[in-house]
């Protein structure tokens, strides 16, 4: 079966850190290039960051610059979000997802969900004031 698992989630207090995990089960994470989105309730879903294959870069949307970072184990097929200086604006559910390439305007949910193979179900990440 084919799925990735998120966790790592939960409440933190503003100018904390969490790191989420995103576990892939039934497909090889060096396939695919890996995108992190959230959905803050009553909003669109959007955009975090995007992990090419390839070449391994992450891009970030402007908003997780600097504070937020993707990276991976060797080996392992699990990609992790490193969030630092949360805001509670940050809170939201966190999903990770599988697409061939991170392409032009990945960030924007409306296009980048014809190009999705797989979601996880996604991580509630809290942060309070």
């Known amino acids: 079966q084919v799925q990735l698992v998120e966790s790592g989630g939960g409440l933190v207090q503003s100018g904390g850190s969490l790191r989420l995990s995103c576990a892939a089960s039934g497909l090889t994470l060096d396939l695919y290039a890996i995108a992190w989105f959230r959905q803050i309730p009553g909003k669109e879903r959007e955009g975090v960051s995007c992990?090419?294959?390839?070449?391994?870069?992450?891009t970030y949307v402007d908003s997780a610059k600097g504070r937020f970072t993707v990276s991976r184990k060797n080996g392992e097929n699990t990609m992790f979000l490193q969030m630092n200086s949360l805001t509670p604006e940050d809170t939201a559910v966190y999903y990770c997802?599988?697409?061939?390439?991170?392409?032009?305007?990945?960030?924007?949910?409306?296009?980048?969900?014809?190009?999705?193979?797989?979601w996880g179900q996604g991580t509630q990440v809290t942060v309070s004031s």
């Open positions: 997802a599988t697409m061939a390439r991170c392409h032009s305007g990945w960030e924007d949910y409306s296009r980048s969900y014809y190009y999705i193979d797989v």
């Open positions: 992990w090419n294959r390839g070449d391994e870069e992450s």
